[in-house]
């Protein structure tokens, strides 16, 4: 599991990522994303307020047999 927009891929601080407007934040975490995938993660959330539904998933999708 991967942090786009506020992991170390990202490369700002929580105010610097503030500054940004909407379109430098969307081009930094789909760069953050991709990087993230390439690098075998199988999950991406932006922050750590969304891992709950995220490991909620995971554990969905493995009791139906996959393997996420």
């Known amino acids: ?14 105010s610097q990522w503030q500054a940004l407007n909407n379109a430098e934040r969307e ?9 993230l995938y390439s690098l075998g993660v199988h999950s991406v959330i932006d922050h750590l307020g969304e891992l709950e539904s995220c490991l909620a998933d995971i554990a969905l999708r493995r009791s139906k047999g996959e393997k996420p």
Request: net charge positive.
């Open 27 to 35: 081009q930094r975490r789909a760069q953050a994303t991709l990087k």
């Open 1 to 14: 599991m991967g942090l786009a927009s506020c992991g170390p891929l990202c490369g700002l601080s929580p």
